[in-house]
């Protein structure tokens, strides 16, 4: 991964970690250091590449190979990389929907 990707992993890893804070336990917030620094199971890696990449089907075979984390934190840590793919794809959607905006002497126009 090249430094500038990095660095932009690193800086929404720290956003996760300031907002999880005391809402969770020490060993999601363990898990959550390590993946906010590029290390996390390999099949949560393969469900993220599975999402981005593949078809149905890779991408449920990767979904089931998470859910078999423990007794119920693979459900929940699949909840969580979904919900931040449906709030990165939702965001991606709204600037590309959004008119652009046009700044002229101090004075911005459009929406």
């Known amino acids: 991964m090249s430094n500038p990707r990095r660095r932009a992993w690193r800086r929404i890893g720290a956003r996760v970690l300031d907002c999880a804070g005391e809402r969770t336990h020490l060993v999601s917030a363990a898990a959550l250091r390590h993946a906010a620094n590029g290390r996390v199971r ?13 078809e149905s089907m890779g991408m449920l075979n990767a979904l089931e190979r998470v859910t078999r984390i423990g007794s119920g934190s693979g459900t929940e840590i699949a909840f969580g990389v979904l919900a931040g793919f449906r709030l990165h794809l939702r965001q991606d959607e709204d600037r590309r929907t959004k008119p652009a905006r046009k700044q002229t002497a101090g004075v911005v126009h459009g929406g």
């Open 42 to 54: 390999e099949s949560i890696g393969s469900l993220c590449r599975a999402l981005m990449y593949e």
